[in-house]
Nanobody
Framework: QEQLVESGGGLVQPGGSLRLSCATS????????LGWFRQAPGKEREAVAC????????YYSESVKGRFTITRDNAKSMIYLEMNSLKPEDTAVYYC????????????????WGQGTQVTVSS
């Protein structure tokens, strides 16, 4: 059974950093594009950062470009999101996702979703 499990969320002050991790199992993530998405209360889920299966291409939303970095470790079946210079508007539930068309279609390209981890940026 395909599973993605996020960890690393929590409460952080503005300007701080967090590293999210996503452990995958039940499928070969090396075949898929991967992404991190977030959903704030009352808002739609949006793509934050995505990386292609061959790691040659990435996508970052304008709101996080220069502050967030997505990486993947196929050998460990892990996806990471390094988040720096966090802002209150980054507060959301963060989800990892995997699918054959994530980099092209963002949310619509996700085949497998994690359950999410809460990130709260507040003083």
């Amino acid at each position: 059974q395909e599973q993605l499990v996020e960890s690393g969320g929590g409460l952080v002050q503005p300007g701080g950093s967090l590293r999210l991790s996503c452990a995958t199992s039940g499928f070969n993530m090396g075949y898929y594009d991967l992404g991190w998405f977030r959903q704030a209360p009352g808002k739609e889920r949006e793509a934050v950062a995505c990386i292609s299966s061959n790691e040659r291409n990435t996508y970052y939303s304008e709101s996080v470009k220069g502050r967030f970095t997505i990486t993947r470790d196929n050998a460990k079946s892990m996806i990471y999101l390094e988040m720096n210079s966090l802002k209150p508007e980054d507060t959301a539930v963060y989800y990892c996702g995997a699918g054959p068309g994530v980099l092209t279609w963002l949310n619509r390209g996700v085949l497998y979703w994690g359950q999410g981890t809460q990130v709260t940026v507040s003083s």
